[in-house]
């Protein structure tokens, strides 16, 4: 197993070319099943998510090949509809084929998604949405079956309790080529499902209202390929000026999301740092010694601060001056970070949905182990403020959605190695 030795307490300054969205690809990815054609997807992160998506794209008979920062999908000779249970299992994302899948073959056998530990991750709102749109579900012992008996979805009006990201985009994948008009409430509004549209629609299909509570889908029958660019990582850059935050120091974050990543930078303007942005790159210089947030920093849906974001922005104000609280509205068990930064000498006391974070002198190096995505990415973010050296194992975690992290926290002048 793989490790990460992070040697902290020296300041950070370097640029960093932000690599493209990891929650906006593999979306996408799936979109691409449903176009009878070649799809050119540009700035095509490098992560191991992104490679279990491929294989579920070949296991359905596309042709997926990474060139450069490009995948290309070839989806003309799609003739599978099943997902093995290894495949679904590698990553939450896996679920988003279903509405892919439907949407193009008109059937499908999958099982439940994997993904990052954060709490019960049920898909009752996806399954609903598409019992909704025609389709008839079987699960049996965790197999989950969909027909559509007229082989075509049918387009529907569609309330989500909840403006699930992963429900709003399945809806959208098997509407896309429904009969019909279908329309999404209370649909999730992140870029992320902006950039899934704007795929779509270089793919022929008729979309409107993303990024607003309401989507309006008429659906076309055939959809072809397309070239996209996809959008940068507007965690991933959270996650980076987090440790120059951490860390003291300064960074040039080049091919940011600027508008995308406001929610976030509203909140790290609070800790004292100096921000200063363009659209598409972030100029960032922080003491090292940040001010606590005064107001309580609630995870919200977009528009509000994300909660991909929590872990290592927590992570940056456990040196702060002051107490910082967090609440984490969207996952019942997203805190499991905070267990490896008390280890390192944080002083966090977590009750329910809240985290109090009281910012202490300095952390120390310590062994601790990658809970989750973000979590991981948490755990570097203090080593790089710690004083001495942090082992930190289970990194496929971290792998899975930053591309050669080593790599980018070198070139931010952070000392770094993987073992
Ligand atoms: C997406 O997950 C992202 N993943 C997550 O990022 C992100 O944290 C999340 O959206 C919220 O922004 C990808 O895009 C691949 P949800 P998703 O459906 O779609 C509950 C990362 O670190 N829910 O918006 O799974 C659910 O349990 C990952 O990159 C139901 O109850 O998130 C959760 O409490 C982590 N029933 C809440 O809704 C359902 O049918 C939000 O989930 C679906 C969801």
């Excluded at 996806?126 to 012992?141: N, P």
Aim: a neutral charge; proline letters at 4%.
């Amino acid at each position: 197993m793989q490790k990460l030795l992070v040697t902290g307490g020296s300041r950070l300054s370097g640029e960093l070319s932000l690599q493209g969205s990891k929650n906006s690809t593999l979306p996408i990815m799936a979109a691409a099943l449903l176009a009878e054609g070649e799809c050119v997807l540009r700035n095509c992160p490098r992560l191991t998510d992104v490679y279990s998506a491929s294989r579920i794209l070949g296991c359905l008979g596309c042709r997926c090949s990474f060139a450069d920062s490009c995948a290309v999908i070839d989806s003309g000779a799609v003739s599978g509809t099943e997902i093995p249970e290894h495949l679904m299992r590698e990553m939450r994302s896996s679920i988003m084929f279903m509405g892919a899948i439907l949407g193009r073959m008109g059937e499908c056998t999958i099982s439940i998604p994997g993904g990052c530990e954060l709490g019960p991750r049920p898909i009752d709102m996806h399954l609903a949405a598409m019992k909704r749109m025609g389709v008839e579900v079987r699960d049996s012992g965790g197999r989950i079956t969909c027909r559509i008996p007229s082989g075509r979805a049918k387009g529907a009006r569609i309330s989500l309790p909840f403006p699930s990201v992963g429900a709003t985009e399945n809806i959208i994948l098997c509407a896309v080529t429904a009969e019909g008009e279908t329309v999404i409430n209370n649909a999730a509004r992140e870029p992320e499902i902006c950039d899934l549209c704007c795929f779509l629609r270089e793919c022929g299909a008729e979309i409107n209202g993303d990024g607003e509570s309401r989507i309006t889908i008429n659906g076309k029958a055939h959809l072809h390929g397309c070239i996209h660019t996809i959008m940068a990582d507007r965690i991933a850059g959270a996650t980076y000026l987090s440790m120059i935050a951490a860390a003291g120091g300064e960074i040039i974050l080049k091919n940011a999301c600027t508008a995308e990543m406001e929610p976030f930078l509203s909140v790290l303007e609070q800790t004292g740092c100096s921000i200063y942005s363009g659209d598409d790159r972030i100029y960032m210089r922080s003491t090292g010694r940040l001010k606590a947030v005064r107001d309580r920093i609630r995870t919200m849906p977009h528009p509000g601060f994300p909660t991909d974001a929590q872990a290592v922005l927590m992570a940056a104000l456990a040196t702060a001056d002051g107490t910082s609280v967090f609440e984490e509205n969207i996952f019942d068990c997203r805190y499991r970070h905070t267990d490896a930064l008390v280890k390192m000498g944080a002083d966090i006391q977590v009750m329910g949905k809240v985290a109090v974070v009281k910012g202490v002198p300095e952390l120390h190096g310590a062994e601790v182990n990658a809970t989750d995505l973000r979590g991981g990415a948490a755990m570097i973010t203090a080593a790089l403020a710690a004083k001495g050296t942090t082992e930190i194992g289970c990194i496929s975690h971290i792998d899975r959605g930053y591309e050669k992290i080593e790599e980018a926290v070198r070139l931010l002048g952070g000392s770094v190695r993987r073992v």
